[in-house]
């Protein structure tokens, strides 16, 4: 009665989130064209209203702790909202959790990735189990016996939820337990003992003040054994059907990520099999932490291609000052920004599931760019996700700030991924190890970044320079207070060479102008003048 109603940016629903050109193109390029249908009917289902709505409703409803029934019996059970179920069911009826483990195809981790990367940018804290149970997979093998008997319910796509048996359950899902109280990312300094039993299992106790995703069926967790560090996988129901030992504490009350259920737990004297060598823990479980890195690049990406769509798609609907905001030139500048920096993650993250792939087929020299390469864009581009996700909220203007946008969770989101699985120095000083220790794989990231040489002179001229920064290391020890920026330069470089093979000239030329040849600022939106920016926002035009 009191107004009219109008210049207001109708809902981004309805969409097909697969409509994404570096995916579709990735997808192709690394082997995975034969999943094309299923990622773009993934990509359907969500840009629905249906599925926008589970992820609301999980995030509005958190997860709650059940210590103890009615009676007084300890459970130590997790309750979610049914949102949370749904989404759940879908990933893992996708195979988004572990399928590439038990498909055989050229391109299978390809595929996850395509599809791990559309359903995060519905709702990204379900993918925390989802990505465990991806990554436990590979540490798991270190255990031929036990993989034996998990690996067909681990790969299962079969969603049953609830603490039974597990080998009597449809599906299981893993996650993972390292960080104590006094350590943090120094797991070496954990104290959580591990003491043999007869019969060749083990009795944890100690605690964890992290441990991903408690309502899993089962956890990776490091302990120290008579022989040092180790690593074990920890049932939460016993095979009859008692409850294992463990203990939830509380549930840790996050920033974001609300979905998700991250507890802190006590051991007293909880049964766990040993998985791999004793003494040789962190080797073991780095098979798994590895794999859950490149889920946080692909998380990142993810959040970034949903930022970058949404402020097109309200600049592309929305008035300012008598002009659409999308035809307004400072604000072209900023989406082109924001759509570059998207593209340039995406591009990357697309490289590394092929790499992974091809070394987990047997492809050594793929193994050796993916040591490297994947240090470098945990480092970057989850570096780069809480700035990306700032700019795009602010493109909404007040509304962006409104939990009703959603950019709000997007916001609180952006920071996980780059303290997940190591935080930025601990990327960094890991891009660090590589360049001291291990030279065939600085010689094939080098290799990959040669394939682009002499298409674009910036280009050309930052490599150079990235070859003389790195000729010049000497002692290590030294660089260590310059390996954000060493990380930093072979990201860029790294990513300026993807693009100028493989993405349309306006981004290369782009991306190559602001991140290489330094002819851009340091905020988005101060791209330089003379590139084609319509096309770049057309880029992330849904």
């Keep these: 009665m009191t107004h009219d109603v109008f210049n207001q940016v109708p809902p981004l629903v309805g969409h097909d989130v697969s409509d994404d050109a570096a995916l579709l193109a990735g997808v192709e390029r690394e082997g995975a064209g034969w999943a094309t249908g299923e990622v773009r ?9 249906r599925a926008a709505e589970w992820g609301r409703l999980a995030n509005e409803h958190p997860p709650v702790l059940r210590t103890h029934d009615a009676r007084g019996h300890r459970i130590d059970e997790v309750e979610f909202h049914p949102a949370w179920h749904e989404l759940m069911a879908v990933a893992v009826g996708e195979g988004l959790h572990a399928a590439p483990w038990a498909d055989a195809r050229p391109g299978a981790h390809v595929a996850r990735a ?32 036990l993989a034996a008997e998990w690996e067909p319910l681990l790969t299962s796509r079969s969603y049953d939820f609830g603490l039974r048996p597990p080998l009597g359950k449809r599906g299981v899902l893993a996650g993972m337990a390292m960080t104590e109280k006094q350590g943090g990312s120094d797991v070496r300094a954990g104290t959580t003992r591990a003491e043999p039993l007869a019969g060749g299992g083990y009795a944890l106790t100690g605690h964890k003040w992290f441990n991903s995703a408690p309502m899993c069926d089962a956890f990776l967790v490091l302990a120290q054994a008579p022989g040092g560090l180790s690593c074990f996988l920890l049932p939460r129901v016993l095979p009859d059907g008692t409850r294992n030992a463990m203990r939830l504490v509380r549930l840790k009350d996050k920033l974001g990520n609300r979905s998700n259920a991250s507890a802190e737990v006590e051991y007293e004297g909880a049964f766990a099999w040993p998985v791999g060598e004793e003494g040789r823990g962190v080797r073991t479980i780095l098979e798994m932490v590895n794999m ?17 769509v949404r402020a097109v798609h309200h600049a592309t609907h929305r008035a300012a000052f008598g002009r659409r905001l999308a035809d307004q030139p400072l604000m072209r500048n900023v989406l082109a920004d924001l759509v570059l920096e998207s ?9 590394l599931a092929g790499a992974t792939d091809r070394a ?5 020299s793929e193994a050796a760019l993916r040591r490297t390469a994947l240090a470098v864009a945990k480092y970057w581009v989850c570096k780069r996700a809480p700035a990306h996700a700032a700019e795009a909220m602010e493109c909404l203007g007040g509304n962006g700030y409104v939990e009703d946008s959603q950019m709000p969770r997007l916001l609180r989101e952006s920071p996980l991924n780059g303290i997940w699985e190591g935080s930025g120095n601990v990327a960094a000083l890991d891009v660090l190890r590589a360049l001291g220790r291990e030279p065939e794989a600085v010689e094939a990231f080098l290799a990959e970044v040669a394939l682009a040489r002499g298409a674009d002179r910036r280009l050309d001229a930052a490599v150079v320079r990235l070859r003389a920064l790195l000729g010049a290391l000497g002692d290590l020890s030294a660089a260590e207070a310059n390996a954000r920026r060493i990380a930093e330069d072979m990201a860029l470089v790294l990513q300026g060479s993807l693009l100028v093979r493989l993405a349309p000239a306006a981004v290369a030329d782009a991306f190559c102008a602001s991140r290489l040849a330094g002819e851009g600022g340091r905020a988005f939106g101060t791209l330089p003048p003379g590139l084609d920016l319509e096309a770049v926002i057309g880029r992330a035009v849904i």
């Design 292 to 308: 859950t890195r490149l889920d946080c690049v692909i998380g990142s990406a993810a959040g970034m291609r949903y930022g970058a």
């Design 360 to 364: 987990v087929a047997g492809d050594r």
């Design 41 to 49: 009917a993934l990509g359907v289902l969500a840009g629905s209203a």
């Design 343 to 351: 593209e340039a993650a995406t591009t990357l993250m697309t490289r």
């Design 114 to 145: 395509a599809g791990f990367y559309l359903w995060s940018q519905v709702e990204a804290g379900h993918g925390c189990p989802i990505s465990m149970t991806y990554a436990s997979v590979a540490a798991l093998r270190h255990a031929p016996a």
